[in-house]
């Protein structure tokens, strides 16, 4: 088995080399559903109009950019510990005053650099899965909420509807990859990311997990066939 510091560096490295292409991939390979499951995720955060909230393994920022959108008067500190997709995202801001609002900072999220007690939300859109120590980032993002705080996970699951499961097997493990390692040039990411969605815990497992960091209120939304779930935890 990989050790922690291993997978680390590998996942460091697979996404410094797909960053410029991973927005581009993300559309083409979801068919722009992505957008609608970070826009359900969000609407779940719409209790708390103002205040700061942490998007971590932020990326290229499409789920700061969407809890922006949301809400005219939020703060979004975007985390990520892969400098280039930051920046891959930061480049590509839209114009408007929504870049006034997102604070990118380059972080682990297994150490969140920030205090205890200070965000009313945590999100985590396909970063969780990719986490070295999972139950130490867990215990992070509860840290790092205030009381009452929400946490939400967007994270891709496994269907378990008969027909659907085969042919989302085929397509992950044989269309993405050929498809997005023609365009990215780099095959393995995308091999990785099919190997990490089936290797990924059990839902029931990650719930338990989050009552283990503290959170209570702990339940799962399938989206789309149960391709994704969104994870919900409060502090
Ligand atoms: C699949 S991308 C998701 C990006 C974005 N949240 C989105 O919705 O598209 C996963 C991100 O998690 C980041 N990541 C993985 N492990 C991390 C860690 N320990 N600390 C901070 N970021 C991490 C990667 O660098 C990558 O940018």
Same mark, same amino acid.
């Given at each position: 088995m990989?050790?922690?510091?291993? &997978? &680390?560096? +590998?996942?460091?490295?697979? +996404?410094?080399?797909?960053? @410029?292409?991973?927005? %581009?991939?993300?559309? %083409?390979?979801?068919?722009?559903?992505?957008?609608?499951? !970070?826009? &359900?995720?969000? !609407? %779940?955060?719409?209790q708390f109009t103002d205040g700061q909230v942490l998007d971590l393994c932020a990326g290229t920022l499409p789920l700061s950019l969407e809890l922006t959108r949301q809400q005219k008067k939020r703060r979004v500190?975007?985390?990520? +510990?892969?400098?280039?997709?930051? !920046?891959? @995202?930061?480049?590509a801001l839209p114009d408007d005053e929504r870049k006034n609002r997102i604070f990118p900072v380059c972080g682990d999220g297994e150490m969140i650099p920030a205090p205890s007690d200070t965000f009313w939300g945590c999100t985590v859109a396909f970063g969780v899965r990719n986490l070295a120590r999972t139950q130490q980032g867990l215990d992070e993002m509860h840290r790092i909420l205030k009381p009452t705080g929400k946490l939400l996970i967007l994270e891709f699951s496994r269907p378990t509807n008969l027909l659907i499961k085969p042919l989302y097997s085929l397509y992950l493990n044989k269309v993405l990859p050929a498809v997005a390692g023609l365009v990215s040039g780099d095959k393995e990411a995308y091999e990785y990311l099919a190997s990490s969605i089936a290797a990924f815990y059990e839902p029931e497992e990650l719930l338990a997990m989050m009552r283990q960091a503290g959170f209570s209120s702990v339940q799962r939304k399938p989206l789309t066939f149960g391709i994704v779930s969104i994870y919900i935890g409060v502090k």
């Open positions: 990989q050790q922690p510091e291993d &997978k &680390k560096k +590998f996942v460091q490295e697979k +996404f410094s080399s797909i960053s @410029g292409k991973y927005d %581009l991939l993300n559309s %083409l390979l979801s068919m722009q559903i992505d957008k609608y499951w !970070r826009w &359900k995720t969000t !609407r %779940l955060l719409q500190l975007a985390v990520d +510990f892969c400098e280039d997709m930051l !920046r891959a @995202g930061v480049k």
